[in-house]
């Protein structure tokens, strides 16, 4: 899952990020909110923090804006200005939740998770495919029952085949779903990611492979079903 935050406040984002990394999540940080609004036009987000006083606007404003928009994304505002009218301003303007600041890193990562949770992007949230099973919210993968320790970037590859379970998924949408924008990342970095989770699925026993359609990017597939076509 991809995460944008935008807050000018460096220590407090980089150590909100570093935590969100943690966790299993992808992170783009933006500083202002035409930074922000460019990132959005780059990219798709599950969720969106948001502090409400930038450099260059109110936070308030543009969230309402982008519900006028149409953008639905959920978000959580959070400010150090903590009184109750401002509050229900926060919420009327289409905020899902509010943290005042200091902001605990658990309890914002347990809120952002209680929200996806909610969301109606997040209706089943376990995905089942053959005997492999995922939590997008728990960021865990199980196969037969067992959990696999797996880093972060093969569980994002994971996550991006098995949305699209059965058909070619282009190598520009793997990378576009994996990486942050200040990631370092390699020109093999997608195939390194690939290999290291076809190793995993295969010491498993998990019951799909990852096939590679050349030139073009790679297909999530049950082993039962590949062998019978």
Request: glycine share 6%.
């Amino acid at each position: 899952m991809r995460i944008l935050l935008v807050d000018h406040h460096a220590d407090f984002a980089r150590a909100v990020k570093e935590a969100l990394l943690c966790c299993g999540f992808a992170v783009d940080v933006t500083r202002t909110l035409d930074e922000a609004a460019a990132a959005l036009d780059c990219a798709n987000y599950h969720i969106l923090l948001l502090e409400l006083v930038l450099p260059d606007g109110d936070g308030l404003d543009w969230l309402k804006q982008l519900r006028r928009e149409g953008r639905s994304m959920p978000a959580i505002m959070m400010s150090s200005l903590n009184d109750l009218g401002r509050r229900i301003a926060i919420f009327n303007a289409g905020a899902d939740d509010f943290l005042p600041k200091p902001v605990s890193t658990d309890e914002l990562i347990a809120r952002m998770r209680a929200i996806l949770r909610r969301s109606t992007q997040m209706t089943a949230p376990l995905v089942t495919f053959g005997n492999l099973h995922f939590d997008p919210i728990a960021r865990q993968v199980a196969v037969g029952g067992r959990i696999l320790k797996i880093a972060r970037r093969e569980v994002c590859i994971l996550e991006h085949l098995l949305s699209r379970a059965g058909r070619t998924v282009p190598r520009a949408s793997l990378e576009d779903s994996l990486y942050a924008f200040d990631d370092e990342v390699s020109t093999n970095a997608l195939e390194v990611g690939i290999y290291r989770l076809r190793t995993h699925l295969s010491q498993s026993g998990a019951t799909l492979r990852i096939k590679t359609a050349r030139g073009v990017g790679y297909t999530l597939e049950l082993i039962g079903a590949a062998s019978a076509a």
